[in-house]
């Protein structure tokens, strides 16, 4: 099993839908999630932290649920520029990452 | 604002050629860290450095070595690179003195291509 796992997709959503991405990790002893966005052939960067009471940053919103050691990511109002691979990220317990495969999102006008 | 910055961004080698990644963050970061990512794949870490003076094995070390020359620099080595070793390559940096919930900034890659 995977230490992190996601739907690979691609989620083809038109402009405006909203989309949800699923991850699941095998590691109870994670501290620390985040979500980062990958754009073709560039860096990660870091898209937002997901905390244990679930946070929101515009129209972005993060949930951690620990007792089913599961993230979720919710994109309302999809945009154009949302088009990006979106990898789920946990830490080991101690000072490393470990990163999912990526989910892709393809949104069309 | 640099950031972490890799050098080069892109090369070409024989396979049995040698050649050194580098990597510096301004940032005043503690640990740093060496991945490669193939497509399809998520980010495999190879090597990292938790503190200066200190580096450790990730999980896909074999064929490369690194260098934590100081605070702000840590540099990867190919010694007989291999056609399996083309990838792209990313450098972070994070700084764990915070406290675990740090997360790890990107340069901009090395795109390597053994022949």
């Known amino acids: 099993r995977k230490e992190v796992e996601q739907d690979p997709g691609p989620f083809n959503v038109p402009e405006g839908a909203t989309v949800a991405f699923n991850c699941t990790y095998s590691n109870s002893a994670s501290q620390s999630f985040f979500w980062y966005r990958q754009d073709c052939r560039k860096e990660p960067k870091l898209l937002m932290s997901v905390y244990s009471s679930g946070n929101e940053d515009g129209r972005f919103t993060a949930q951690l649920n620990r007792a089913s050691q599961y993230i979720s990511l919710l994109i309302r109002d999809s945009k154009l520029s949302d088009s990006a691979t979106y990898l789920c990220?946990?830490?080991?317990?101690?000072?490393?990452?470990?990163f999912g495969a990526g989910t892709r999102l393809a949104v069309h006008p | 604002n640099a950031g972490v910055t890799q050098t080069p961004k892109f090369q070409v080698l024989k396979t049995g050629q040698s050649m050194t990644l580098q990597c510096a963050q301004d940032?005043?970061?503690?640990?740093m860290y060496w991945y490669r990512q193939d497509p399809g794949m998520g980010l495999r870490l190879i090597y990292y450095s938790a503190s200066e003076g200190t580096t450790d094995k990730g999980e896909v070390p074999n064929g490369y070595n690194v260098s934590r020359l100081n605070k702000r620099e840590f540099s990867l080595r190919l010694e007989s690179a291999a056609p399996s070793q083309t990838s792209v390559y990313f450098c972070?940096?994070?700084?764990?003195?915070?406290?675990?919930?740090?997360?790890?900034?990107f340069g901009d890659g090395t795109r390597l291509s053994i022949l």
């Open positions: 972070a940096s994070s700084d764990y003195s915070r406290g675990n919930n740090q997360p790890q900034h």
């Open positions: 940032m005043n970061h503690n640990s």
């Open positions: 990220v946990v830490n080991d317990g101690y000072n490393k990452l470990i």
